[in-house]
């Protein structure tokens, strides 16, 4: 009752303060609006100031069959990134697949038909123009983007790629598609179970795999994990552990029989930042005999496991 009576004695004072309260909630709304608004518009201003500025880039140079010369290349090897652009804006499919080095061939597109149809009909629907920035030694960040002056629109998403060049032969080649590199090595270990030789590292942007040869010294096969635990297999610094992806390959692909030797192929999940510092590789949970292995029931009770650490460095 008292609320009624002080509303009725006092009508236009209630209104008046009311309104002011909805006139300052509207305004606040309004300025958090626009500076939402504004932000948006920077944001696109930014995309949009990469597109144009490749633009004017492309535009300084439109004939997009024009070659660059095999000397400015050997002086400037990240050179091979534009005529690589070139070739490919310009429906050169032999010409770009003839850039790429043998390592990216083997690894990526053995053949020029998988580099056409998984690489350059799936990005080269349209003219592509780019940007190139310096990410790692040899190693760049590319950024595909569609030619406004063809499509008739501008937009500010792109393809990301990461190029590495790369010197074969006296020759300036290019890896793309991720792949960064690949390495011979010749790094051996054993332990009373298994010689282990480890004999080719292929550097990927977000992965690396290594080519195993495991011979097993003893009369029982032996499974190098039970692919139950993802924690199992690693390489380490000795403070920080890159676990494998073993669980992509099967208990056959990790069966070595007695007296024999098998290849086996073992992904890690180490992104690659230009420095390589693992310096162990390391099986924990190896399986010594796979026979009894498979007759346990309760597989956490099966007790013949042993381990293997190989030094990198």
Same mark, same amino acid.
């Given at each position: 009752?008292?609320?009624?009576?002080?509303?009725?004695?006092?009508?236009?004072?209630?209104?008046?303060?009311?309104?002011?309260?909805?006139?300052?909630?509207?305004?606040?709304?309004?300025?958090?609006?626009?500076?939402?608004?504004?932000?948006?518009?920077?944001?696109?201003?930014?995309?949009?100031?990469?597109?144009?500025?490749?633009?004017?880039?492309?535009?300084?140079?439109?004939?997009?069959?024009?070659?660059?010369?095999?000397?400015?290349?050997?002086?400037?090897?990240?050179?091979?990134?534009?005529?690589?652009?070139?070739?490919?804006?310009?429906?050169?499919?032999?010409?770009?697949?003839?850039?790429?080095?043998?390592?990216?061939?083997?690894?990526?597109?053995?053949?020029?038909?998988?580099?056409?149809?998984?690489?350059?009909?799936?990005?080269?629907?349209?003219?592509?123009?780019?940007?190139?920035?310096?990410?790692?030694?040899?190693?760049?960040?590319?950024?595909?983007?569609?030619?406004?002056?063809?499509?008739?629109?501008?937009?500010?998403?792109?393809?990301?790629?990461?190029?590495?060049?790369?010197?074969?032969?006296?020759?300036?080649?290019?890896?793309?598609?991720?792949?960064?590199?690949?390495?011979?090595?010749?790094?051996?270990?054993?332990? @009373?179970?298994?010689?282990?030789?480890?004999?080719?590292?292929?550097?990927?942007?977000?992965?690396?795999?290594?080519?195993?040869?495991?011979?097993?010294?003893?009369?029982?096969?032996?499974?190098?994990?039970?692919?139950?635990?993802?924690?199992?297999?690693?390489?380490?610094?000795?403070?920080?552990?890159?676990?494998?992806?073993?669980?992509?390959?099967?208990?056959?692909?990790?069966?070595?029989?007695?007296?024999?030797?098998?290849?086996?192929?073992?992904?890690?999940?180490?992104?690659?930042?230009?420095?390589?510092?693992?310096?162990?590789?390391?099986?924990?949970?190896?399986?010594?005999?796979?026979? @009894?292995?498979?007759?346990?029931?309760?597989?956490?009770?099966?007790?013949?496991?042993?381990?293997?650490?190989?030094?990198?460095?």
């Amino acid at each position: 009752m008292n609320i009624i009576r002080y509303y009725n004695q006092n009508k236009k004072k209630v209104w008046i303060t009311a309104s002011i309260i909805i006139i300052i909630i509207l305004v606040i709304q309004m300025a958090n609006f626009m500076v939402k608004l504004r932000l948006e518009r920077e944001e696109e201003e930014k995309k949009n100031e990469i597109l144009i500025r490749n633009e004017e880039d492309y535009k300084e140079n439109p004939d997009i069959s024009v070659e660059v010369k095999e000397e400015e290349v050997k002086e400037e090897k990240s050179l091979i990134i534009d005529q690589f652009i070139r070739y490919c804006n310009a429906g050169k499919v032999q010409d770009a697949y003839s850039l790429l080095s043998t390592s990216c061939k083997n690894n990526v597109y053995s053949t020029i038909e998988k580099f056409t149809n998984n690489y350059y009909n799936s990005i080269y629907k349209s003219t592509k123009l780019y940007s190139k920035e310096a990410y790692a030694a040899g190693t760049y960040k590319i950024k595909l983007y569609d030619d406004a002056l063809s499509t008739g629109k501008v937009s500010g998403s792109y393809i990301e790629d990461y190029f590495t060049v790369v010197s074969e032969n006296d020759e300036t080649k290019l890896n793309i598609s991720r792949f960064i590199r690949e390495e011979d090595l010749n790094i051996t270990d054993e332990n @009373q179970y298994l010689k282990v030789n480890i004999t080719k590292k292929i550097v990927y942007k977000e992965c690396t795999e290594y080519i195993l040869e495991i011979k097993n010294l003893t009369d029982r096969d032996i499974m190098l994990d039970s692919l139950r635990d993802t924690k199992t297999a690693y390489l380490t610094n000795g403070v920080l552990k890159h676990y494998s992806a073993l669980n992509e390959n099967t208990e056959n692909d990790l069966t070595i029989y007695p007296n024999l030797t098998k290849k086996i192929r073992v992904k890690f999940n180490i992104e690659y930042n230009g420095i390589n510092n693992a310096s162990k590789m390391c099986f924990t949970n190896i399986i010594l005999d796979k026979k @009894q292995y498979d007759f346990t029931e309760k597989k956490k009770d099966y007790d013949k496991i042993a381990r293997i650490d190989i030094n990198l460095k």
